[in-house]
Every structure is written in structure tokens, then in C-alpha cells.
């Protein structure tokens, strides 16, 4: 199992070669393994995805590529990755007084346990650029601040 520290290591190598993500998948057969779990993250090259199965339509999972997967991977078990200290669970966060969650990318997943914390069964939200999230079971709110959003994302 790697430690949070590597994983954030291997996340700041997935953002790094974000950009060479369409480069990578048009390449011949990937020669590295995807990783389906965290565990099997070894670095950036094993973040990215299968892709769908003939005539179906693909689960994120099969589609997630570089630092999506590695957050989705995360996920899966309950790691969250771009915060190793709890979110603020001090206070219920409102429209006009959101709880602040810093993200690398245009979203984030967060698992909310209420205030004070685990005051109910973890519920994931995914704040946005775009819109906040707020928790079904508490209502708290959660908004995305990025920070270290990669500079060719804006020049499409
Ligand atoms: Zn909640």
C-alpha cells in the first residue's frame, strides 16, 4: 500500500503529463497495466484507463484517465487524496459560507460526515467549478477552490 505521500507524488506526475494524455492513448498498446486499485499505482502511466468493453457504455472507472483515475481509485477506498488533513467539519458550510475544498482539477469528490464529524454515514459530493455540492444528509455545503490548475487547460 502506498502512502499518502506517494500518492500525491504520483498525482503531481499525473497533472504533469495530463497534457500528454492524448498523445499516450493513441499510442500502440499501452505496455503498462492499469491499475485497479490503488495498490497498483506505481506512477502515472498506470493511470490510464481501458477505456469501455465493445457495446457498452463506459463506467467511469473504464474511462478515467491520469488524475481522475487516481482519485476515483482513491475513492474506491476510502482515501481521500488531495486532502490528508480532514476537511472542516467544525462548522456546516451554507451558500453564503460554503466549506472551502482545494482541488488540482475542475472537481472534486468529498466524502461529508456532518458536523461535528461523522455525525451521519459518509456521504460523497462532487463540487465544481461550475456549482457547489451540498450534502443530502445535512445540507452542508462544499465549494471548489482550485489551486495548481494546469495552464494548458485554458487554451483549447
Ligand atoms: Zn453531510
Known amino acids: 500500500m502506498l ?3 506517494q500518492l ?3 498525482a503531481r506526475q499525473s497533472i504533469r503529463s495530463f497534457s500528454q494524455r492524448s498523445i499516450l492513448l493513441q499510442s500502440a498498446k499501452p505496455t503498462y497495466k492499469t491499475a485497479k486499485s490503488l495498490e497498483e499505482v506505481s506512477g502515472s502511466e498506470t493511470l490510464i484507463g481501458a ?4 457495446n457498452t457504455f463506459p463506467t467511469d472507472l473504464e474511462q478515467a484517465t491520469g488524475l ?3 482519485e476515483l481509485l482513491a475513492k474506491l477506498e476510502g482515501v481521500e487524496l488531495f486532502d490528508t488533513k480532514p476537511l472542516d467539519s467544525s462548522r456546516v458550510g451554507t451558500i453564503a459560507d460554503p466549506i472551502l475544498v482545494e482541488s488540482y482539477d475542475d472537481y472534486r469528490y468529498v466524502g461529508c460526515t456532518g458536523s461535528p464529524a461523522d455525525s451521519h454515514a459518509v456521504e460523497w459530493l462532487k463540487p465544481t467549478i461550475e456549482n457547489v455540492a451540498r450534502c ?3 445540507g452542508s455545503v462544499y465549494k471548489l477552490k482550485p489551486v495548481g490548475v494546469p495552464q494548458d487547460d485554458h487554451h483549447h
Open 136 to 138: 443530502w444528509e445535512c
Open 3 to 5: 502512502s499518502l505521500n
Open 68 to 70: 481522475e483515475r487516481l
Open 51 to 54: 477505456g469501455a468493453k465493445e
Open 8 to 10: 500525491e507524488l504520483i
